[in-house]
């Protein structure tokens, strides 16, 4: 099989780099970085979308182990009644 031209990198692009976008840190690790309560339903608030979802991590840049605490804890507060399940 060939490969048309337009199937290489080099064809169209002019030799330009690559976009490189820095990966952001997790905001829930560092020195003065803030505790995921399930009271706080203001932080959490930060993390579900506008119908009531939790924010994947590759959105929002928070790590894996940080990731499953902030998900437990916004069930936790959906179940007590602090956060709703549907946002209307």
Known sequence: ??????????????GRRPFFRRRKTCPFSGA?????????VKLLS?????????????ITAVS???????AQ??????FLGLLPYVIK
């Open 1 to 14: 099989m060939a490969f048309g031209a337009s199937a290489g990198g080099a064809a169209g692009g002019g």
């Open 73 to 78: 804890a916004i069930k936790r507060s959906r």
């Open 32 to 40: 003065n970085a803030p505790k995921i309560d399930y009271k706080d």
């Open 64 to 70: 894996a182990k940080k990731q499953r605490e902030l």
């Open 46 to 58: 930060r993390y579900v979308s506008e119908r009531g979802k939790i924010v994947p991590s590759r």
